[in-house]
């Protein structure tokens, strides 16, 4: 459930508001309301907290040996100090690199001049001798007027090096196109080189001092942990609401929300501390925090939810519990193979013994890998799955236990309709049997979402809206029946019991679009509602549209499970040849665990893709949901 929230606002005395945010720390039940702090503490510690990212980053690629001296205890003013020297370090070695990049560059451009100086250059035109470099390429330098006196230095892959002597600021007439003036470097060539060997020496210099500062990276780590604190205490404390007159009597205050259980402990406080409370619900347009609360069972979905950043507004649903039950369905059906499921049972089973041997808590993670591990087991088992191996190689006993219809071991045999015993239109396969189930999971998750919508709307017209919704998916499931799987067993003149079954379908979607139309828009005018529904005709229209794809999109939980099943096929078949050869025991096993391995990884990825999938976009899409919430954080002492 989502835990209701009141609005709180206080006051204090401004000269007591550091003290009162300090106890208020201590009570850690507010989640406070988004401030903008200000000021130079402020600064500072942002600053702080800044160069203690980045150093970090730095050192930590550092690999120091595997026996290094620990660092002696700093306080954190010389962990600031660090912090800056290592950034000081990064930044020269960062310029050094560019100067020899740059340097380097301008050594190619000149390699096939040799040695060039400047000075020589400078000495010959205070003598009277002026010349300059050029470049042309092999075929053109006949071209040149024999008025330009040149000197050829070499010819190296087709291109001329000369020097034009008498050369003035003006390129000589008739010089060909082709003549490339090369520019003069500002230094020499050898001195270009000895200060590339000078900056190689300073940043192996300033490696081994970043090497030796490598060690303090626990420490910074720990100071910038603290900083956090620092930083979101004097974000409040500076941004507080706070009146400016300069009495002694001056008022500051805070707003933000609390869990309706923790109110008293708040009240308490307050009391004792002589604030002054105010407390309400919140208003529409609030952003209130959310704080789910569920029992032990529903909760292991958290990891999940908390890797995904999912968060349910706090006026959306908490589907925690119908969450955590699809998606064992989904992930035991992508996984798909007992075997595999087996694997991770007893990981996880392991994990867990040995967490519980150090007395430490069982992380809700290695609970939810056992969760799904153990769907997977059950699934293989209904639909004898077991490492990709064919039914004829497992024990008769482990093929009895599965459910013949979804079966692989019965794959060959045609199934009926419960409903007949009449073979005139066809049987059911075992692959179609497997996309039944599928489509039926999508009938149950989003009736589900409409029967929710129905509850919260009960003493609303907008019922009717999530009922003819609701018909839609009911009338939709024999139409997807029909189209997916079988046309002429689920056809539209099916007699089941009596019933017309194929027309029912047709008048649940007719009727449930007609009252989805006329009120899934109410809000107190059943007018307004039909002509909200009108302005928006084409994506009405097109939700029926969207109810059939949203039924036929669970087909993928068959499809990727059929996907595993058949890589962990191909592993079997290409590792078959290498069976009972004691020579290529070894690869046959490398094969085994490499291809399964990579199978397992691939479901993984499957899982999080199509099973999350099926839960935040499909079901949640029914239930209105956007997930726009945000995660109740409350102002106090413990880790975030």
Known sequence: MIVPMKKVSLVVLNKERKEALE?????????????????????SYKEAYSNAVTASSILGEIKLPKKHA????????????ISKKVLELSEQKKK???????DTTELERLSAWGEVTPADFTYL?????????YEIPEDKYALIDDTAKTVCVNRKKKIVRFLLTDASDERPQGFPAEAFEVPMPSDSTTAVKARIDSDKEKILGIDKELEGLAVFVPQISAFRKNLESDIEFETVYSGMGQEADGKGSDLAWLTGFVPVDSLDTLKAAASANAWAIAYDDPAEEDEVPTKLRNNKLVSLIYPLTDFLGTVPGYHEYDISGWFLLFFTIFFGMIFGDGGYGLLVTVVMILMMIKTASKKQKVPPMLKLGLLLGIATVAWGTVT?????????????????????PISNAFADIGWLPFWTDDTSKGTLTTAQNLQIFCFTLAFLQLSVAHFKGMARYRTSLKFLGELGSMLQIWGMYYVVLSMVVSSSIFSFDQIIYGVPIGTVSIVLVAFGFALSFIFINYDGSIVASIMESVKGIISVLLGVVNVFSDIVSYIRLWAVGLAGAAISNTVNEMAGPLVGHAVLFLALVILLVFGHGLNMVLNLLSVIVHGVRLNTLEFSNHLGMSWSGFKYCPF????K
């Open 23 to 43: 106890k208020l720390k201590k009570v850690g039940v507010v989640h406070l309301e988004q401030v903008e702090g200000k000021g130079e503490q402020l600064a």
């Open 70 to 81: 620990d660092a002696k205890r700093v306080s954190g003013d010389e962990v600031v100090s």
């Open 96 to 102: 050094l690199l560019e100067e020899i990049t740059s």
């Open 125 to 133: 035109r205070e003598k009277g001798i002026s010349l300059k470099m």
């Open 384 to 404: 004898c799955t077991w490492f990709g191996l064919k039914p004829e190689q497992l024990p008769e006993w482990l093929v009895n236990l599965s459910v013949p």
């Open 636 to 639: 106090s002492e413990a880790e």
